[in-house]
């Protein structure tokens, strides 16, 4: 059976692809979007996909894909996104930019990669398997304090200072290596149990974003999508959880409309600041029929803006 990403048609319908145009696809993964994407273009068009994981990079999707010509794939994270697209001579000629944020289910699945509590493995997270600290050497050494604060800013986790102090006690005795090792603990020190989640995932979520500042990559990629658009050039962005949706949420109303500075009263039309994009429709959710087939694509959001 064909993987199709999670709100496939929609992302498409959103992205309103022109035959001649030219598409980023920030998040590779499995390639569904890309292939969806170059499905819908036409001879002269190009599709410039990233990802920051290697082995989607080197994957057989990827290798199968970039015999066609029109296609390029890099491995780079989002923040790079405006250099690759300057160094291509694309600035201000994007007509499209897709974002499906999250972990994709080759990572999920592959246990080595340390992303699921559901499978043990040893503790890695990293988007990128050759830069950056594992989760265990961050666990290892993180100060409390600022692991409590991690787990309650990214994982919303009202346990986060006694899943902390468990931490840090046992780490003293033994390093925690595995993530089984890592949800036993949490599961152990959790007092309430949510009905139908376990009580890892909070901090399995919070501890990955810590690891892969996927935060300030998102806050990074939305500026300079916005800026690397064509006038009419559309931003289609697909969130799972509400701390990535609210960031493009706001990000789009804070390029959309007039801005100015308050302090400065009168206010002058030569003051006013115009935003560069504007909000197109509603969120979007995932139709019943896909959260049925795909429980994964439950909490997905999908906003759009704009290039004014």
């Known amino acids: ?121 040893p503790l890695d997270m990293r988007m990128d398997g050759t830069a950056g600290l594992t989760a265990e050497q961050w666990l290892a050494s993180v100060d409390e304090k600022e692991l409590v604060k991690v787990l309650f800013e990214y994982g919303e986790e009202r346990f986060a200072r006694r899943i902390a102090r468990a931490i840090v006690e046992r780490r003293v005795e033994t390093p925690i290596t595995t993530t089984r090792e890592l949800a036993k603990l949490i599961e152990d020190v959790v007092p309430l149990k949510e009905k139908h989640k376990h009580p890892a995932t909070r901090s399995f979520q919070a501890i990955r974003i810590e690891i892969n500042s996927e935060l300030d990559e998102l806050k990074a990629v939305l500026h300079q999508s916005a800026r690397v658009l064509a006038p009419g050039g559309r931003m289609v962005v697909i969130s799972f959880h509400s701390l990535e949706d609210r960031i493009v949420k706001r990000f ?27 909000s197109v429709g509603k969120a979007l959710k995932a139709t019943l029929q896909e959260t049925t087939q795909n429980p994964r694509a439950r909490s997905a959001m999908l906003r759009v803006a704009e290039r004014l």
Not at 74 to 90: A, D, M, Q, W, Y
């Open 252 to 278: 789009i109303r804070s390029e959309s409309g007039a801005k100015y500075n308050p302090g400065k009263l009168p206010i002058k039309e030569v003051d006013i600041a115009k935003g560069i994009l504007k």
């Open 1 to 121: 059976m064909e993987h199709l990403p999670v709100m496939f048609a929609e992302a498409l319908q959103q992205l309103a692809i022109k035959k001649d145009g030219i598409y980023l696809d920030c998040t590779f993964g499995r390639g569904g979007h890309s292939q969806g994407i170059l499905n819908l273009l036409g001879s002269s068009g190009r599709l410039l996909a990233f990802d920051r994981d290697l082995d989607a990079v080197d994957s057989a999707y990827a290798r199968g894909m970039l015999e066609d010509k029109r296609f390029e794939l890099k491995h780079c994270c989002f923040s790079e996104l405006e250099n690759v697209v300057t160094t291509e001579g694309l600035v201000g000629k994007i007509d499209g930019v897709l974002m499906d944020l999250g972990v994709s289910s080759p990572q999920l699945d592959n246990s080595e990669r340390g992303f699921s509590f559901l499978r043990d493995g």
